[in-house]
């Protein structure tokens, strides 16, 4: 008679266990897939930073009138370091308060003695038009921009708030190119003036103060007379 408390042995192997990928190895599968996605829109190789003042083939920036296939081949402004002037001279009407009572401590009586009240508003109305001044400067240079895509030439001078002109030309329309770098501080910083000379009687531009004027060049006189491929 059977013993029916023990069980048949059984012949057959179990399957042998599947190795599971680790989970981080899988997020970071999916995050190289990501990151070699060219079609994702959130992603720029070659992005226009805030200070940045020459860029080749950027990406991430428009303009109004660009067409359908249109390329950006350069993002130019001028040179960061034109900006020292007034940065510089902003630095110091901020710091020049703080000499007010050393100055009071040395002439004595000779300054008129005023309410606490006055010295509150002069010093909020003097450090708003720091500010202001400052922030006039930093616009200026940073909304005027050059942009030289594969079909035209783009000029975008900005001034005080309310000036705003764009001037354009096509390549085909570009006769000549050239830049000026006079002086050992233009030299040494590698920044220049640009000329680039249009047919007939269409304006000239001028790119004053960009850097590495030179490359600048180059790429324009190889894009003169054909379109870029």
């Not at 994702?40 to 950027?58: G, Y």
């Not at 594969?150 to 705003?164: A, C, E, G, H």
Request: some cysteine; overall charge negative.
């Amino acid at each position: 008679m059977p013993d029916i408390f023990i069980a048949e042995p059984n012949n057959e192997e179990p399957p042998a266990p599947q190795k599971e990928k680790p989970v981080s190895e899988e997020k970071a599968k999916s995050k190289q897939t990501l990151l070699s996605d060219e079609d994702s829109p959130s992603i720029f190789k070659n992005p226009v930073r805030l200070f940045c003042s020459f860029k080749a083939n950027p990406d991430g920036i428009t303009f109004q009138s660009q067409e359908k296939d249109e390329k950006i081949l350069l993002f130019l402004r001028r040179d960061f370091i034109t900006n020292a002037k007034w940065i510089l001279l902003g630095i110091s009407l901020a710091i020049l308060p703080l000499f007010l009572p050393f100055t009071q401590h040395l002439l004595g009586n000779l300054l008129p003695s005023l309410p606490v009240k006055f010295y509150i508003i002069f010093f909020v109305s003097y450090y708003l038009f720091v500010a202001t001044y400052l922030y006039v400067n930093f616009i200026t240079w940073y909304y005027n921009v050059a942009l030289i895509t594969d079909q035209r030439v783009i000029d975008v001078n900005f001034s005080t708030l309310v000036y705003k002109d764009v001037a354009t030309t096509k390549l085909s329309l570009v006769q000549d190119v050239s830049y000026a770098q006079v002086g050992v501080v233009r030299t040494f910083f590698d920044y220049g003036n640009i000329l680039i000379q249009t047919a007939g009687s269409l304006d000239n531009f001028t790119f004053e103060s960009a850097p590495k004027p030179e490359e600048v060049v180059h790429i324009v006189e190889e894009l003169i007379g054909k379109r870029y491929e």
